[in-house]
T-cell receptor
Framework: DAGVIQSPRHEVTEMGQEVTLRCKPI?????LFWYRQTMMRGLELLIY????????DSGMPEDRFSAKMPNASFSTLKIQPSEPRDSAVYFC??????????????FGPGTRLLVL | QKEVEQDPGPLSVPEGAIVSLNCTYS??????FMWYRQYSRKGPELLMY????GNKEDGRFTAQVDKSSKYISLFIRDSQPSDSATYLC?????????FGEGTQLTVNP
């Protein structure tokens, strides 16, 4: 398996522009997570889905952020409008909630976002 | 107060040293505890996990959880330069992982 795939790997944009980050989870995984990592705040959970349904979006910082999972193999995280403080590395992770309840999350390589 | 507290370091040790990485947590609902390793410009990868209190050993790595004191530790024996990375501890309740800030470790040859 190719692992979790994220695109783009790097994104530089100007303040006010719309940014869309994409994620393809590992096939067969039924949970998908979006995280943001910064030096100041570490790795923070933004939102997660189970079977394509958003379960917990309490980590989404504000209404400028939105996430969708239209099917089991694709998810997007959108920021509109973007601000400099959104600059961070955004990770997508997926896992399978098997009978052993082992919480092994597999992370993608991340998208480095810089908002100027 | 953060749910998981971790000293960010940086920590620098010579090759062959025993490394001790530690975290404290405040959420009593945490059931599983994980250690993730993150190399520079990569995503975190699971190193070890433990359930409840006790020790778990995997090669040169030992994870330890003391639920009575809400303390999580990772020990690395015979550390190698390839162990240089950021180590993140995490606790989980349900499907939600809560991470510490991560400790940056450098093992010098």
């Amino acid at each position: 398996d190719a692992g979790v795939i994220q695109s783009p790997r790097h994104e530089v944009t100007e303040m006010g522009q719309e940014v869309t980050l994409r994620c393809k989870p590992i096939s067969g995984h039924d949970y998908l997570f979006w995280y943001r990592q910064t030096m100041m705040r570490g790795l923070e959970l933004l939102i997660y889905f189970n079977n394509n349904v958003p379960i917990d979006d309490s980590g989404m910082p504000e209404d400028r952020f939105s996430a969708k999972m239209p099917n089991a193999s694709f998810s997007t995280l959108k920021i509109q409008p973007s601000e400099p403080r959104d600059s961070a590395v955004y990770f997508c992770a997926s896992t399978y909630q098997g009978p052993s309840f082992q919480e092994t999350q597999y992370f993608g390589p991340g998208t480095r976002l810089l908002v100027l | 107060q953060k749910e998981v507290e971790q000293d960010p370091g940086p920590l620098s040790v010579p090759e062959g040293a025993i490394v001790s990485l530690n975290c404290t947590y405040s959420n009593s609902a945490f059931q599983y505890f994980m250690w993730y390793r993150q190399y520079s410009r990569k995503g975190p990868e699971l190193l070890m996990y433990t359930y409840s209190s006790g020790n778990k050993e995997d090669g040169r790595f030992t994870a330890q959880v003391d639920k009575s004191s809400k303390y999580i530790s990772l020990f690395i024996r015979d550390s190698q330069p390839s162990d240089s990375a950021t180590y993140l501890c995490a606790g989980t309740s349900g499907s939600r992982l809560t991470f510490g800030e991560g400790t940056q470790l450098t093992v010098n040859p």
